[in-house]
């Protein structure tokens, strides 16, 4: 089997090559930026930027993937509130280029995951808490709205021509080496420069009160290549892990683990014009599908990221 991550200089492209290479013993290829770099033993490499539909449609030509996941996005909900054009240019219109890259190849049928989001469901119905691939979205920010978008057309593109596009609403997935943009790796990050004394011991924060559902990254990952395996064309899954908890229980908990004496301010920079109180997965359908079931716990995820820092922080 042959594997394309697009997208793949991101915090979750590492993982996934890792994952398939190792754990599948897949020939994996990834596409990342020019100014990115990505270091993977065996993994041949390629830049590639998606708004360039010509260049996405050279490559799949030279490498023929059986797979390609689609990781490539501006990825930032809080970003999105800064600059929607851009999100929209990238998780849109750089998706079509994809999808129709790949149309555009004769007798060639991949397999393709279209990687979106548990934020476009949005605010939920009243009395639900749980949402699965029937809830009707109603996303909350322009980022989910671009991956709401993407997923219609995914949907579309499997139905009108055909093709074996599998739809991922993946929630919140956390790890080791994500970005400080997102609240556990900001969070771990500010108490290891507190307790290494390189900064004032107040952790900034934004809205404590929502509640979002935490999957390990490489708990995702695996549900991913299982996905590409099992994942009916056509076909939307959640990938989280059926569990919810509080940002406020997140700091609380770094906070704990962190051993440091940290006092919390609320910074109003990090406060959202509209915040989704609650987003939880129904994971039913992809258990059912694929088998798959969450192993890492959130302490050790939360631990483990922590120590990255802390490691960060010492050199
Ligand atoms: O925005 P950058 O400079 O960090 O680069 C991101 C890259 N990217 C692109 N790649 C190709 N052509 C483009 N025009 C383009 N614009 C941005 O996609 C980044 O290296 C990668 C996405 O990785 P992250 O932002 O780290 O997201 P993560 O956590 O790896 O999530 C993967 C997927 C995304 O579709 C998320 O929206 C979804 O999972 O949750
Ligand atoms: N980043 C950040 N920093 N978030 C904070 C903070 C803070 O100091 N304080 C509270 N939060 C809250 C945010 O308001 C949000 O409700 C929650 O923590 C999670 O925020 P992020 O970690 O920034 O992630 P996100 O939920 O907006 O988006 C992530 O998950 C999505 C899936 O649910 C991203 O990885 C998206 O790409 C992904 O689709």
Redesign the pocket.
């Known amino acids: 089997m042959k594997a394309l991550i ?2 793949g ?5 590492k993982y996934l090559a890792e994952h398939l290479m190792q754990d599948r013993g897949w020939e994996t290829v990834v ?3 020019p ?2 770099t990505v270091s993977v033993d065996g993994c041949e490499i390629y830049n ?4 360039d539909q010509d260049a996405v449609e050279a490559l799949l030509i030279r490498l023929r993937p059986d797979v390609i996941f689609h ?5 930032s909900v809080a970003y999105s509130w800064k600059n929607p054009q851009l999100t929209v240019d ?1 998780n849109i219109h ?1 998706s079509l280029n994809v999808l129709e890259a790949i149309r555009a190849i004769e007798d060639y049928q991949p397999k393709v995951l279209l ?1 979106g ?1 548990g934020e476009e469901y949005g605010v939920l119905p009243k009395g639900l808490s749980l949402v699965s691939e029937t809830t009707p979205v109603q996303p909350g920010n322009p980022y989910a709205i671009t ?1 709401a978008a993407q997923n219609l057309f995914g949907t579309l593109y499997a139905k009108s021509y055909d093709m074996d596009i599998t739809m991922v609403r ?1 929630f919140n997935h956390i790890g080791p080496g ?2 400080p943009q997102f609240v556990v790796s900001d969070f771990c990050k500010q108490a290891a420069e507190i307790a290494a004394g390189m900064r004032e011991p107040v952790m900034r924060v934004g809205n404590l009160s929502a509640v979002r559902d935490f999957t390990d990254v490489r708990d995702v990952m695996r549900a991913y290549s299982l996905l590409a395996l099992h994942g009916k064309a056509g076909e939307t899954y959640n990938v989280g892990s059926g569990r919810a908890i509080s940002i406020q229980e997140i700091l609380e908990r770094i906070i704990r683990l962190s051993g440091a004496a940290i006092t919390v301010e609320v910074d109003p920079a990090k406060l959202r014009p509209v915040e989704v109180p609650v987003i939880q997965a129904d994971i039913a359908k992809l258990q059912a599908d694929t088998g798959w079931m969450p192993e890492i716990p959130l302490e050790q995820t939360i631990r483990e990221t922590l120590d990255y820092w802390r490691s960060t922080a010492e050199n």
């Open positions: 697009i997208g200089g991101g915090f979750v492209g596409t990342k930026l100014k990115e590639l930027d998606i708004l990781l490539a996005a501006q990825s990238i750089g990687i989001s991956k993946a994500q970005a």
